[in-house]
């Protein structure tokens, strides 16, 4: 069974760095395509990053593409995002979401949030202003 356990949210003043990681148990990282969504109070999930299976190759939202970095250790089975410059309209839960399909035709864009089997508990995380 797959299991995907965020850490590493919490408090953070405006301009302030956080890494959010997510164990991911059940399957490998290196074999997986996995992202970072996040909800804030009253609004609809929102996608962040992305990382398909094959050559590391990778989604961004618009919103987030110049200051959050998403990356896979496969070390550790984890996947993190590196969060820089964070806003106080980065105050959500940050989820981390996986998906087993291995997509011989072709990736698909990875912020489609269907595409995801596993879902994490998320980890909630704070900018003050």
């Known amino acids: 069974q797959v299991q995907l356990d965020e850490s590493g949210g919490g408090l953070v003043q405006a301009g302030g760095s956080l890494t959010l990681s997510c164990k991911i148990s059940?399957?490998?990282?290196?074999?997986?395509?996995m992202a970072w969504f996040r909800q804030a109070p009253g609004k609809e999930r929102e996608f962040l990053a992305g990382?398909?299976?094959?050559?590391?190759?990778?989604d961004y939202a618009n919103s987030v593409k110049d200051r959050f970095a998403i990356s896979r250790d496969y070390t550790r089975n984890t996947l993190t995002l590196q969060m820089n410059s964070l806003r106080p309209e980065d105050t959500a839960v940050y989820y981390c979401?996986?998906?087993?399909?291995?997509?011989?035709?072709?990736?698909?864009?990875?912020?489609?949030?269907?595409?995801?089997?596993?879902w994490g508990q998320g980890t909630q995380v704070t900018v003050s202003s």
């Open positions: 990382v398909f299976w094959v050559y590391d190759e990778t």
């Open positions: 979401a996986a998906d087993g399909t291995t997509y011989p035709s072709g990736r698909p864009y990875l912020g489609r949030a269907e595409i995801y089997e596993y």
């Open positions: 059940g399957r490998r990282v290196i074999d997986t395509t």
